[in-house]
């Protein structure tokens, strides 16, 4: 089966640990549904978090996010849904006080689950996304 009708979305300079593509995009005919993988803030060489700042790395994530929807031709107004992790629901607080920045008109169905840890050393929060944009 071809797959011609997905695309994958890697902006340029957009450092990837494995193999996977930062976003999908896929081709529903009158729409585009953009699938956007888990994001945490930016690494250093080590792969450590640029910062330990909770609310920092929530605006790095989201700032990551709308690029790599831009990218897609999409921007955070299309989000439909959001799955938000964190390290420790104590930030809930702040996550939840910059989600309603980026998110003020797209109020996306959303999940938010405390996890233990992630790829990145430092990282407390990592959020995936999934879009819709009419062509």
Same mark, same amino acid.
């Given at each position: 089966?071809?797959? @011609?009708?997905?695309?994958?979305?890697?902006? #340029?300079?957009?450092?990837?640990?494995?193999?996977? &593509?930062?976003?999908?995009?896929?081709?529903?005919?009158?729409?585009?549904?953009?699938?956007?993988?888990?994001?945490?803030?930016?690494?250093?060489? #080590?792969?450590?978090?640029? &910062? @330990?700042?909770?609310? $920092?790395?929530?605006?790095?994530?989201?700032?990551?996010?709308?690029?790599?929807?831009?990218?897609?031709?999409?921007?955070? @107004?299309?989000?439909?849904?959001?799955?938000?992790?964190?390290? #420790?629901?104590? @930030?809930?607080?702040?996550?939840?006080?910059?989600?309603? $920045?980026?998110?003020?008109?797209?109020?996306?169905?959303?999940?938010?689950? $405390?996890?233990?840890?992630? &790829?990145?050393?430092?990282?407390?929060?990592?959020?995936?996304?999934?879009?819709?944009?009419?062509?």
């Amino acid at each position: 089966m071809s797959k @011609d009708f997905i695309k994958d979305i890697l902006p #340029n300079g957009y450092k990837t640990r494995g193999s996977y &593509t930062p976003a999908k995009k896929i081709d529903l005919g009158s729409f585009y549904l953009i699938f956007v993988s888990g994001i945490q803030a930016p690494q250093d060489n #080590n792969h450590r978090v640029v &910062t @330990d700042d909770v609310e $920092e790395q929530t605006r790095l994530v989201f700032e990551d996010i709308t690029k790599i929807l831009q990218q897609a031709d999409a921007s955070i @107004d299309d989000v439909v849904k959001a799955v938000i992790y964190i390290t #420790n629901m104590n @930030d809930f607080d702040k996550v939840s006080a910059i989600r309603a $920045e980026y998110f003020k008109n797209a109020m996306p169905v959303s999940t938010l689950i $405390e996890a233990n840890r992630f &790829t990145r050393d430092g990282a407390k929060i990592e959020i995936e996304v999934t879009a819709i944009v009419k062509k």
